[in-house]
T-cell receptor, first 115, second 111 residues
Framework: KAGVTQTPRYLIKTRGQQVTLSCSPI?????VSWYQQTPGQGLQFLFE???????NKGNFPGRFSGRQFSNSRSEMNVSTLELGDSALYLC??????????????FGSGTRLTVV | SQQGEEDPQALSIQEGENATMNCSYK?????LQWYRQNSGRGLVHLIL?????REKHSGRLRVTLDTSKKSSSLLITASRAADTASYFC???????????FGEGTQLTVNP
């Protein structure tokens, strides 16, 4: 079966712009989580969605937002981009709420560069 | 902030040797998971060990968990050049439904 699909793979944006990243989870998976990975901070949790509801949010400013659609696809949005938002953004899907029993399946990520 | 630490930060070995990576964490957990990441790519789930388990095997992987010491180790036996990657431990804490990752160990297996 198809894995977790993230689009686009690479993105270059200018400071102050906004960006939307997309994630399609594995078919049947209802939980989608987002992580930011940077060399300095490592892997940081952004938020988790389950059945269109945000269940958890990490310690990120309000410029970072997300949503999940009825088909479980998810988008995350970053407004007023800053240089420090340059990172690899990873989406992970899971069969149930959170990573409790099965672990996560990650997508290949979206590499965002803010210039 | 990271849940825990991994050690060593970097490890370089020859093909055929065993590689051991350690992970420490700070809070109570439901389970601990190990992931592999090839350069700049997504994370691949390797193995999950529950808090009531002490050891688990999967192919060439062996994971141990010591909840009294809040630590885990990942052993890769008979390593191959294709095992070259970053390895992360991640904890699923009892207090939340997210994974908290360690800083990772960069493993290089030389042919």
């Amino acid at each position: 079966k198809a894995g977790v699909t993230q689009t686009p793979r690479y993105l270059i944006k200018t400071r102050g712009q906004q960006v939307t990243l997309s994630c399609s989870p594995i078919s049947g998976h209802r939980s989608v989580s987002w992580y930011q990975q940077t060399p300095g901070q490592g892997l940081q949790f952004l938020f988790e969605y389950f059945s269109e509801t945000q269940r958890n949010k990490g310690n990120f400013p309000g410029r970072f937002s997300g949503r999940q659609f009825s088909n479980s696809r998810s988008e995350m949005n970053v407004s007023t981009l800053e240089l420090g938002d340059s990172a690899l953004y990873l989406c992970a899907s899971s069969l149930a709420k959170g990573p409790r029993n099965y672990g996560y399946t990650f997508g290949s990520g979206t590499r965002l560069t803010v210039v | 902030s990271q849940q825990g630490e991994e050690d060593p930060q970097a490890l370089s070995i020859q093909e055929g040797e065993n590689a051991t990576m350690n992970c420490s964490y700070k809070t109570s957990i439901n389970n601990l998971q190990w992931y592999r990441q090839n350069s700049g790519r997504g994370l691949v789930h390797l193995i999950l060990i529950r808090s009531n388990e002490r050891e688990k095997h999967s192919g060439r992987l062996r994971v141990t968990l010591d909840t009294s010491k809040k630590s885990s180790s990942l052993l890769i036996t008979a390593s191959r050049a294709a095992d070259t990657a970053s390895y992360f431990c991640a904890t699923d804490r009892t207090s939340g439904s997210r994974l908290t990752f360690g800083e990772g160990t960069q493993l290089t297996v030389n042919p």
